[in-house]
């Protein structure tokens, strides 16, 4: 019994530790979607898009193991979601563009939860490659 339940236990805790980073990453990006729709919203009123008038990034480090901070500009149409040192997950950014409505979102690790993409081995052509492993979500 005892062998039986020490394998069970090491089986499923590292299959625990990869639900929590799934966890991370679609909470955290959700908060970032969720502050570009309220951007929208505030720009529809008439009121400032200012990155620190949004309540959904009021809080930067609301969201267990990343940052929040602002992105491209300082409108609350784009954010950074940067992941803490200590966890090992992909950065997110989002950012629209207020004239077309446009949403770019990415990544910085397409091998870590939530980032998705390929890795891309790119030929230099002087004998070396780059390695690219930036995405989207």
């Not at 805790?13 to 980073?21: D, E, W």
């Not at 993409?117 to 989207?136: A, E, F, L, M, R």
């Amino acid at each position: 019994v005892i062998a039986v339940l020490a394998i069970l236990s090491a089986v499923a805790i590292p299959a625990f530790n990869g639900v929590q980073a799934n966890a991370r990453a679609s909470a955290v990006k959700n908060g970032l979607v969720n502050g570009v729709k309220e951007c929208v919203v505030r720009a529809a009123d008439n009121k400032s898009t200012g990155f620190s008038q949004a309540q959904s990034y009021a809080n930067p480090t609301a969201y267990q193991g990343y940052t929040i901070t602002e992105g491209v500009d300082d409108t609350c149409y784009s954010a950074t979601a940067d992941a803490d040192s200590e966890t090992v997950d992909s950065d997110f950014s989002i950012a629209m563009d207020a004239s077309t409505g446009v949403v770019t979102k990415s990544c910085t690790n397409v091998n870590l939860p939530g980032c998705d993409g390929d890795v891309q081995v790119i030929d230099n052509g002087d004998n070396t490659t780059t390695t690219v492993t930036s995405g989207t979500w």
